[in-house]
């Protein structure tokens, strides 16, 4: 009977099983694949036409790369032109609203907004997709393919995802280089010409004085002009010329040395847009006749000092040469860290647990050390408290040969506090950030475990402990603490009892 029932139950289960599989799922499969208008592999599109009222867009593919070939030729954004063929393919086919209308008018497909024509790699042409006006309701817009007289229903969003200035397809790359790449930089316009060059893996500040260069502050330079990108364009030749771009004399020019071959690229900043409120400014590439417009970032991002460029390490070592650090306070908490066994640690610890991987942490941050600024050049201590120096760090390496000193100060209080460091034996004094000095201004008992506080409430030690403890852990406890004799606490008890009464008899 038993095994009658489990045949049935499993014979049901297999019925439904198989009507979920071969109905319900073909038709959510159906469901889940939304009817599009045209059906093409976006992959082999070579060409894309775009019809408005009052222009024509031309796009073509040109050895695997867009461009743009009416009504100019120049680059396509390779982005912009691969979501427009994007927003195409994924055109949604609501539904159709007139097999066969008697007026286009009402549809805005007397006069389209826009027609849409691509052609394949293999020559087939898909389009045109004439689109129409958006609906009163319901995020929809109406739209026609071809000779077809039906007039469709599809997503307002293709409709505006077709909608295309030239300027939207334009490339909006200002200049293209890779940063390994570039040998020398130059900038010249403003209050000094500065001048680097890449020494090895390095770079150099060989103009207005020579000068190790900060590497992360030439990329950081670099990026901001690999990023810049056009906004709008200007496409008159003889434009340059006009005053109001700016570029007759430009504000900030910068030259770059590229490659092997040292090929030149200049990028020349001019002046700002008449309508201040749209924060733009005008640039272009020396050798080309287009001026681009950009944000106003592109002059506050390149115009640099040589000081900005300064490498404001405040001592320079090898990271493996040190095998002691000697930190000197003022306040008294000195310390001395040393590396034993290749690892960093406290050398006076004591009995306490040194914390892991902060000693080498210390050292790390010390290395890494840089000024926020440099305050001066002249190399006064007195001037910025370094005379006293609130911090002595020395750097040593094995048998105590002296690697660096580092003098840190910190001069007022509060919002008027100022920061300083300088390296012994070097003029120049930095002014730190706060953070930065934060992690070299370290006391002995930062490199320790600290006991644990005790929580509130918990037993005091002794008795209590024993009364908390396991029968077997209070037979241990018993053993370790001496307690009183049976009766003691009684008799003292009794004593301070007595006493007291003595006293009240007093």
Same mark, same amino acid.
């Given at each position: 009977?038993?095994? $009658?029932?489990?045949?049935?139950?499993?014979?049901?289960?297999?019925?439904?099983?198989?009507?979920?599989?071969?109905?319900?799922?073909?038709?959510?499969?159906?469901?889940?694949?939304?009817?599009?208008?045209?059906?093409?592999?976006?992959?082999?599109?070579?060409?894309?036409?775009?019809?408005?009222?009052?222009?024509?867009?031309?796009?073509?593919?040109?050895?695997?790369?867009? $461009?743009?070939?009416?009504?100019?030729?120049?680059?396509?954004?390779?982005?912009?032109?691969?979501?427009?063929?994007?927003?195409?393919?994924?055109?949604?086919?609501?539904?159709?609203?007139?097999?066969?209308?008697?007026?286009?008018?009402?549809?805005?497909?007397?006069?389209?907004?826009?027609?849409?024509?691509?052609?394949?790699?293999?020559? !087939?042409?898909?389009?045109?997709?004439?689109?129409?006006?958006?609906?009163?309701?319901?995020?929809?817009?109406?739209?026609?393919?071809?000779?077809?007289?039906?007039?469709?229903?599809?997503?307002?969003?293709?409709?505006?995802?077709?909608?295309?200035?030239?300027?939207?397809?334009?490339?909006?790359?200002?200049?293209?280089?890779?940063?390994?790449?570039?040998?020398?930089?130059?900038?010249?316009?403003?209050?000094?010409?500065?001048?680097?060059?890449?020494?090895?893996?390095?770079?150099?500040?060989?103009?207005?004085?020579?000068?190790?260069?900060?590497?992360? !502050?030439?990329?950081?330079?670099?990026?901001?002009?690999?990023?810049?990108?056009?906004?709008?364009?200007?496409?008159?030749?003889?434009?340059?010329?006009?005053?109001?771009?700016?570029?007759?004399?430009?504000?900030?020019?910068?030259?770059?040395?590229?490659?092997?071959?040292?090929?030149?690229?200049?990028?020349?900043?001019?002046?700002?847009?008449?309508?201040?409120?749209?924060?733009?400014?005008?640039?272009?590439?020396?050798?080309?006749?287009?001026?681009?417009?950009?944000?106003?970032?592109?002059?506050?991002?390149?115009?640099?000092?040589?000081?900005?460029?300064?490498?404001?390490?405040?001592?320079?070592?090898?990271?493996?040469?040190?095998?002691?650090?000697?930190?000197?306070?003022?306040?008294?908490?000195?310390?001395?860290?040393? +590396? +034993?066994?290749?690892?960093?640690?406290?050398?006076?610890?004591?009995?306490?647990?040194?914390?892991?991987?902060?000693?080498?942490?210390?050292?790390?941050?010390?290395?890494?050390?840089?000024?926020?600024?440099?305050? %001066?050049?002249?190399?006064?201590?007195?001037?910025?408290?370094?005379?006293?120096?609130?911090?002595?760090?020395?750097?040593? %390496?094995?048998?105590?040969?002296?690697?660096?000193?580092?003098?840190?100060?910190?001069?007022?209080?509060?919002?008027?506090?100022?920061?300083?460091?300088?390296?012994?034996?070097?003029?120049?004094?930095? %002014?730190?950030?706060?953070?930065?000095?934060?992690?070299?201004?370290?006391?002995?008992?930062?490199?320790?475990? !600290?006991?644990?506080?005790?929580?509130?409430?918990?037993?005091?030690?002794?008795?209590?402990?024993?009364?908390?403890?396991?029968?077997?852990?209070?037979?241990?406890?018993? +053993?370790?603490?001496?307690?009183?004799? %049976?009766?003691?606490?009684?008799?003292?008890?009794?004593?301070?009892?007595?006493?007291?009464?003595? !006293?009240?008899?007093?």
């Amino acid at each position: 009977m038993k095994f $009658r029932n489990t045949l049935i139950l499993a014979v049901i289960v297999a019925a439904f099983g198989a009507y979920l599989y071969w109905v319900e799922r073909p038709a959510a499969e159906k469901e889940a694949k939304k009817a599009t208008l045209v059906e093409f592999d976006r992959d082999k599109v070579d060409s894309v036409q775009l019809k408005y009222a009052d222009t024509e867009i031309d796009l073509k593919k040109v050895d695997g790369k867009w $461009r743009l070939t009416a009504p100019l030729a120049t680059e396509a954004d390779e982005p912009t032109v691969k979501n427009l063929i994007g927003a195409i393919a994924d055109a949604e086919k609501k539904k159709v609203i007139d097999e066969k209308p008697a007026d286009l008018a009402p549809f805005g497909l007397d006069k389209p907004t826009a027609i849409v024509t691509l052609q394949l790699d293999g020559g !087939q042409t898909i389009g045109p997709i004439a689109v129409g006006k958006t609906t009163p309701v319901g995020y929809s817009a109406y739209a026609k393919l071809g000779d077809q007289p039906a007039v469709l229903l599809t997503t307002a969003a293709f409709q505006s995802g077709v909608k295309k200035e030239v300027k939207d397809l334009r490339d909006k790359t200002i200049i293209e280089f890779r940063d390994d790449d570039v040998q020398q930089i130059t900038l010249s316009g403003g209050p000094e010409e500065i001048e680097l060059h890449k020494d090895g893996a390095d770079w150099q500040i060989t103009k207005p004085a020579a000068a190790r260069a900060d590497g992360a !502050q030439v990329t950081s330079f670099l990026a901001a002009m690999r990023s810049m990108r056009a906004v709008d364009f200007v496409d008159d030749a003889a434009a340059a010329a006009d005053p109001k771009y700016g570029l007759a004399t430009p504000r900030l020019s910068v030259d770059l040395l590229v490659g092997k071959d040292r090929a030149e690229k200049r990028l020349l900043v001019g002046g700002e847009l008449s309508d201040a409120s749209k924060k733009q400014m005008y640039v272009k590439r020396g050798e080309r006749d287009t001026i681009y417009v950009v944000g106003d970032y592109a002059y506050t991002s390149l115009n640099k000092t040589a000081k900005d460029f300064r490498d404001k390490t405040i001592v320079r070592f090898d990271k493996d040469k040190p095998q002691s650090i000697v930190v000197t306070r003022a306040d008294g908490k000195s310390f001395k860290l040393e +590396k +034993k066994d290749n690892a960093w640690t406290l050398a006076d610890a004591g009995g306490a647990k040194v914390k892991d991987f902060i000693p080498a942490r210390y050292v790390d941050d010390l290395h890494d050390l840089k000024g926020a600024e440099i305050a %001066s050049e002249a190399g006064n201590l007195k001037d910025f408290g370094l005379d006293h120096p609130a911090l002595t760090i020395d750097v040593l %390496s094995d048998g105590g040969a002296k690697l660096g000193r580092v003098l840190t100060a910190s001069v007022g209080e509060g919002k008027d506090k100022k920061l300083y460091a300088t390296a012994e034996g070097s003029p120049v004094i930095y %002014s730190l950030r706060d953070y930065v000095y934060e992690r070299v201004d370290k006391k002995h008992d930062d490199f320790v475990e !600290q006991p644990t506080p005790a929580p509130a409430g918990s037993p005091a030690p002794g008795a209590a402990a024993v009364s908390a403890a396991t029968p077997a852990q209070g037979e241990e406890l018993e +053993k370790e603490i001496p307690l009183p004799p %049976s009766g003691a606490e009684e008799d003292q008890g009794g004593d301070q009892g007595g006493d007291s009464d003595d !006293q009240d008899g007093d």
